[in-house]
Protein backbone atom coordinates (compact mmCIF):
# COMPACT_ATOMS: atom_id res chain seq x y z
CA UNK A 1 0.00 0.00 0.00
CA UNK A 2 2.78 2.60 0.62
CA UNK A 3 4.31 2.01 -2.61
CA UNK A 4 0.61 2.89 -4.12
CA UNK A 5 0.43 6.13 -1.98
CA UNK A 6 4.19 6.59 -2.85
CA UNK A 7 3.48 6.60 -6.40
CA UNK A 8 0.84 8.34 -6.61
CA UNK A 9 2.68 11.50 -4.84
CA UNK A 10 5.59 11.11 -7.31
CA UNK A 11 2.47 11.23 -10.18
CA UNK A 12 1.66 14.52 -8.45
CA UNK A 13 5.02 15.99 -8.03
CA UNK A 14 5.61 15.59 -11.77
CA UNK A 15 2.80 17.43 -12.68
CA UNK A 16 3.50 20.45 -10.43
CA UNK A 17 7.11 20.42 -10.76
CA UNK A 18 6.71 20.34 -14.74
CA UNK A 19 4.08 23.70 -14.00
CA UNK A 20 6.70 25.35 -11.92
CA UNK A 21 9.64 24.62 -14.50
CA UNK A 22 7.67 25.79 -17.64
CA UNK A 23 6.46 29.06 -15.97
CA UNK A 24 10.26 29.51 -14.45
CA UNK A 25 11.33 29.06 -18.08
CA UNK A 26 9.20 31.75 -19.45
CA UNK A 27 11.09 34.18 -17.34
CA UNK A 28 14.54 32.95 -17.79
CA UNK A 29 15.38 30.46 -20.58
CA UNK A 30 15.37 27.38 -20.77
CA UNK A 31 18.77 26.10 -19.88
CA UNK A 32 19.08 28.38 -16.58
CA UNK A 33 15.32 26.97 -15.49
CA UNK A 34 17.08 23.33 -15.96
CA UNK A 35 20.21 24.57 -14.20
CA UNK A 36 18.02 26.16 -11.28
CA UNK A 37 15.76 22.85 -10.77
CA UNK A 38 19.21 20.26 -10.91
CA UNK A 39 21.13 22.61 -8.45
CA UNK A 40 17.92 23.12 -5.89
CA UNK A 41 17.85 19.08 -6.20
CA UNK A 42 21.17 18.79 -5.15
CA UNK A 43 20.75 21.11 -2.41
CA UNK A 44 17.90 19.00 -1.13
CA UNK A 45 19.81 15.91 -1.53
CA UNK A 46 22.77 16.64 0.45
CA UNK A 47 20.46 18.47 2.98
CA UNK A 48 19.05 15.09 3.30
CA UNK A 49 22.16 12.99 2.94
CA UNK A 50 23.56 15.28 5.52
CA UNK A 51 20.56 14.51 8.36
CA UNK A 52 20.32 10.72 6.57
CA UNK A 53 23.19 7.93 7.62
CA UNK A 54 26.04 9.81 5.55
CA UNK A 55 27.05 6.60 3.29
CA UNK A 56 30.40 7.99 1.48
CA UNK A 57 30.12 9.52 -1.92
CA UNK A 58 33.33 6.72 -2.87
CA UNK A 59 30.05 4.19 -2.95
CA UNK A 60 29.74 5.61 -6.50
CA UNK A 61 32.65 4.17 -7.82
CA UNK A 62 31.47 0.58 -6.99
CA UNK A 63 28.70 1.32 -9.53
CA UNK A 64 28.36 -1.29 -12.53
CA UNK A 65 28.41 -0.45 -15.21
CA UNK A 66 29.46 3.07 -14.95
CA UNK A 67 27.13 4.33 -17.59
CA UNK A 68 24.43 3.85 -14.82
CA UNK A 69 25.72 7.19 -13.48
CA UNK A 70 23.63 8.67 -16.39
CA UNK A 71 20.53 9.12 -14.31
CA UNK A 72 21.33 12.69 -13.60
CA UNK A 73 22.29 13.89 -17.04
CA UNK A 74 19.33 12.38 -18.30
CA UNK A 75 17.15 14.15 -15.45
CA UNK A 76 18.15 17.30 -16.88
CA UNK A 77 16.52 15.82 -20.66
CA UNK A 78 13.61 14.63 -18.60
CA UNK A 79 13.48 18.49 -17.64
CA UNK A 80 13.83 20.06 -20.69
CA UNK A 81 11.15 17.65 -22.23
CA UNK A 82 8.55 18.28 -19.40
CA UNK A 83 8.60 22.08 -20.03
CA UNK A 84 8.82 21.62 -23.49
CA UNK A 85 6.23 19.75 -23.57
CA UNK A 86 3.82 21.09 -20.95
CA UNK A 87 4.63 24.84 -23.22
CA UNK A 88 3.18 23.62 -26.08
CA UNK A 89 0.57 21.09 -25.07
CA UNK A 90 -0.69 22.09 -21.87
CA UNK A 91 -0.28 20.14 -18.39
CA UNK A 92 -3.24 17.61 -19.03
CA UNK A 93 -1.75 16.78 -22.14
CA UNK A 94 1.61 16.47 -21.28
CA UNK A 95 1.07 14.20 -18.54
CA UNK A 96 -0.92 12.03 -20.21
CA UNK A 97 1.01 11.02 -23.24
CA UNK A 98 4.21 11.38 -20.72
CA UNK A 99 2.83 8.72 -18.37
CA UNK A 100 1.83 6.02 -21.69
CA UNK A 101 5.53 6.96 -22.88
CA UNK A 102 6.94 5.88 -19.17
CA UNK A 103 4.45 3.01 -19.06
CA UNK A 104 5.17 1.62 -22.58
CA UNK A 105 8.89 2.11 -22.09
CA UNK A 106 8.66 0.36 -18.36
CA UNK A 107 6.92 -2.95 -20.21
CA UNK A 108 9.76 -3.46 -22.76
CA UNK A 109 12.11 -2.57 -20.10
CA UNK A 110 10.47 -5.88 -18.03
CA UNK A 111 10.03 -7.78 -21.54
CA UNK A 112 13.61 -7.71 -22.82
CA UNK A 113 15.07 -7.47 -19.25
CA UNK A 114 17.51 -4.59 -19.59
CA UNK A 115 19.64 -2.56 -17.98
CA UNK A 116 19.46 -4.88 -14.86
CA UNK A 117 15.75 -5.01 -14.60
CA UNK A 118 14.41 -8.49 -13.83
CA UNK A 119 12.83 -10.19 -17.03
CA UNK A 120 9.26 -10.59 -17.31
CA UNK A 121 6.68 -12.67 -19.79
CA UNK A 122 4.78 -10.95 -21.83
CA UNK A 123 0.99 -10.84 -20.84
CA UNK A 124 -1.95 -9.67 -22.88
CA UNK A 125 -3.56 -8.19 -20.33
CA UNK A 126 -1.09 -5.81 -19.97
CA UNK A 127 -0.40 -5.31 -23.59
CA UNK A 128 -4.53 -4.67 -23.35
CA UNK A 129 -4.17 -2.56 -20.53
CA UNK A 130 -1.51 -0.12 -22.78
CA UNK A 131 -3.43 0.13 -25.21
CA UNK A 132 -6.83 1.30 -23.62
CA UNK A 133 -4.32 3.92 -22.02
CA UNK A 134 -3.40 4.72 -25.53
CA UNK A 135 -7.06 5.22 -26.50
CA UNK A 136 -8.08 6.95 -22.78
CA UNK A 137 -4.73 9.68 -24.53
CA UNK A 138 -6.82 10.37 -28.25
CA UNK A 139 -10.34 10.17 -26.32
CA UNK A 140 -8.78 12.99 -24.11
CA UNK A 141 -7.07 15.11 -26.73
CA UNK A 142 -10.20 14.34 -29.36
CA UNK A 143 -11.44 18.08 -30.30
CA UNK A 144 -14.98 18.11 -31.49
Do not use: H
Not at 18 to 44: D, H, P
Not at 54 to 63: E, I, K, P, Y
Not at 81 to 99: C, E, H
Not at 104 to 121: M, N, P, S, W
Amino acid sequence: MAGIIIALISGALMSIQGVFNTEVTKSTSMWVSNSWVQFSALIVCLAAWAVNGRQSFMGLARVEPKYMLLGGAIGAFITWTVIKSMDSLGPAKAVMLIVISQLIVAYVLELFGLFGVDRQAFEWRKFIGMLVAIAGVILFKWES
